[in-house]
């Protein structure tokens, strides 16, 4: 069983300064990917950044990048130079690498707003 | 290109009515996803399609229904749902069914689903 968990339900940002949303994990398979997603309010899951387990470097994808810390089990998201449009829920989320799973377990969320 | 789109974007209905729910993606991927999520609350996997197939039912009521009619569509029909069925559903897709290395999951917009 996997299991994703989000200590922050909310947090406040200013703009322009950076945030890191914390993430950690549990998992019994050996091969896994991360996954964070950001969700404004209209709803939809906006996929942001992946991790494989065995990825040497930290994940980064613009102003989003991810402190991968495999042996605290922790993959955090660091989005630097905050903007109005970051503020919404970010999911952490993870599913195994094995030929019969690609479910993803998401941890509960963290609301970010940005204040101007 | 990484568009999912799901029609209607809202939704209310009673609960002797009988209603679809729509998504279409043309990126060519294989496994396609049903989820549910509540307010304030992670999405949680409903069903999952590999290759045209259902390939996980995660327990959930016969009053929804799904089907893909061929690689690109995914449907879900709704009957007889009770207001506690309200919710967003989202659909997504990735390009393999199997557990892959960074394998994402693309989800569309949503339908916001109001039962009465």
């Known amino acids: 069983a996997q299991k994703i968990t989000q200590t922050q339900p909310g947090m406040f940002v200013q703009e322009k300064e950076a945030v890191t949303l914390d993430c950690t994990y549990d998992?019994?398979?050996?091969?896994?990917?991360l996954f964070w997603y950001k969700q404004p309010s209209s709803g939809e899951m906006i996929f942001l950044i992946y991790q494989g387990s065995y990825d040497q470097q930290n994940a980064t994808e613009g102003r989003y990048s991810l402190n991968f810390q495999k042996a605290r089990k922790s993959a955090n998201l660091v989005i630097s130079a905050s903007q109005l449009g970051d503020s919404a829920m970010y999911f952490c989320a993870m599913s195994p690498i094995k030929a019969a799973g690609n479910k993803l377990t998401f941890g509960g969320g963290t609301r970010v707003l940005v204040k101007p | 290109d990484t568009e999912v789109t799901q029609t209607p974007k809202h939704l209310v209905m009673g609960m002797t009515n009988k209603k679809s729910l729509k998504c279409e993606q043309h990126?060519?991927?294989?496994?396609m996803y049903w989820y549910k999520q509540k307010a304030k609350k992670p999405p949680e996997l409903m069903f999952v399609y590999s290759y045209e197939k259902l390939s996980i039912n995660e327990s959930v009521p016969s009053r929804f229904s799904p089907e893909c009619p061929n690689s690109s569509l995914l449907n879900l029909h709704l009957h007889a749902l009770q207001p506690e069925d309200s919710a967003l559903y989202l659909c997504?897709?990735?390009?393999?069914?199997?557990?892959?290395?960074?394998?994402?999951?693309?989800f569309g917009a949503g339908t916001r689903l109001s039962v009465l």
């Open positions: 997504a897709s990735s390009q393999h069914p199997q557990g892959l290395a960074k394998n994402i999951q693309y």
């Open positions: 990126m060519g991927h294989r496994a």
């Open positions: 998992t019994s398979d050996p091969s896994y990917g």
